[in-house]
Structures are given as C-alpha cells and as structure tokens.
C-alpha cells in the first residue's frame, strides 16, 4: 500500500532555500518588507528575489501587498511564525550558550519583536511576571486574563484587544531562552505601549528591541515586580 508523502515535507522543502530562508527570517517582525528589501537581505538580484517570493506566497508562507508600482510581503499568520521559532529552537540547540553569548547575537537575546509580540530574556520575564502576579491564569481552554490582570492594563492604558480568548494570549516557547515567551493579540498590544511610550525602540535591520533609558526606569520594573 502506497503511504501518501507528508505534508511537511513540501513546506520543509520551500525553507530548506537559503535565500527564502533569509527572506522569512526578515519577515519574523511581522511587519511588511518590500521585494528590493529582502532582496537585500537575501543577498540575490531582485529578479531571484521575485522568483524566490512567489514560491513562498505559492506555499502559503508569505502574503503579498500591493500598493501603487511596489510589491510588500509579509508572513502569512502567526502560524508560520511560530513553525519558524519552532524551528530555530531545533536547529541550534548546540553550543547554545556560546552562541548567544557573542556580540552580535546578544541583543536579540535581550529582547526582540517575534512577529508583533516580545520575545528574548524581557519576553519571558513579562510571561513569568503576568502569571506570578495572576494578571493570567491557566485554566483548561487556556490561559485567561483575570479581573487583576484587566484592572492592571486599564491602569497601564493598554487598550485590551477584542478577541476570543484562545488567541487573546497562549505560551510560545522562545529561540533563546528556551522558555515560554507569550503570544498573541493582549502581547502585540503591550509591545505596542512599550514602543508608544519609548521604553522599547525597533530596529529597521533587525528583530532586536533596544531598551530606552525611559525602559530602564519603567519597563524593567514593570517586568520584575512581584506579586503584591
């Protein structure tokens, strides 16, 4: 009896490229990039580029937005987002602490953008601060934003997303850290307010967040208190 090939197979495939690999790694932000961009990044004339990308959009990875004569892309949801983080945990699990111990990779172990949310050491402590001070609970459908936790975003002045609640926030287990960092629309809007507020600053050519001296004073306590 003939098996029928997995389905993962296909889209291990479209990854396995190093230059579509390159173009989604730029794309982990979650904002869009034009075609010349990632071009760039992928290191090949924008005539790759455009072969590259349409096999992408073809497989369901990337997303395409045209706007006048410009071409932008972007992951196609937090799915593909995910599978990629997933990945990177597989793929570099040796020499771990050596590797993020370099220069060039410490800023994204401190904090970075994981396609809208916070990831890195300031992602993890954010996850681990909502459920010690039981903003969070975890419950049987998932983890539940509490009375405690409205109160503190109203407090906050995050505007808490309308949405239903298995995608208002669920763990996603970090690249570096190896812990669960949090996903989700109620983590895209707080990195928002941390942006909006300068206490986090994005960087055009990487994922890494910078922390802002105003960060310094009040993200960090923010991120560490205990509960009360």
């Given at each position: 009896m003939h098996n029928p090939e997995p389905r993962f197979s296909r889209i291990a495939a479209v990854i396995a490229d190093p230059s579509r690999a390159r173009m989604l790694a730029a794309l982990m932000g979650a904002e869009y990039r034009s075609a010349g961009e990632l071009a760039t990044v992928a290191g090949i004339t924008p005539q790759a580029a455009s072969t590259q990308l349409a096999q992408l959009v073809d497989n369901g990875m990337v997303i395409l937005r045209v706007q006048g004569r410009h071409k932008y892309f972007a992951l196609a949801d937090e799915d593909v987002?995910?599978?990629l983080e997933a990945l990177s945990v597989v793929a570099e699990r040796d020499?771990?602490?050596e590797r993020w111990s370099k220069p060039a990779f410490r800023p994204l172990k401190c904090a970075r953008r994981c396609y809208g949310h916070?990831?890195?050491?300031?992602g993890v402590a954010q996850f681990e601060m909502l459920m010690r001070c039981k903003h969070l609970e975890q419950t049987e459908q998932g983890l539940r934003l509490t009375d405690a936790g409205h109160i503190w975003l109203v407090k906050l002045?995050?505007?808490?997303p309308k949405i239903s609640a298995a995608r208002l926030a669920y763990?996603?287990?970090?690249?570096?850290?190896?812990?669960?960092?949090?996903?989700g629309a109620l983590p895209k809007a707080l990195l928002e307010h941390y942006v909006?507020?300068?206490w986090l600053t994005m960087r055009?050519?990487?994922?890494a967040l910078s922390l802002?001296?105003?960060?310094?004073?009040?993200l960090m306590p923010l991120l560490h208190r205990q509960l009360q």
């Open positions: 987002a995910h599978a020499n771990l602490s916070l990831a890195g050491e300031l002045g995050v505007v808490i763990p996603c287990m970090d690249w570096s850290e190896r812990k669960d960092h949090l996903a909006a507020q300068h055009r050519d990487s994922r802002t001296p105003k960060g310094q004073q009040a």
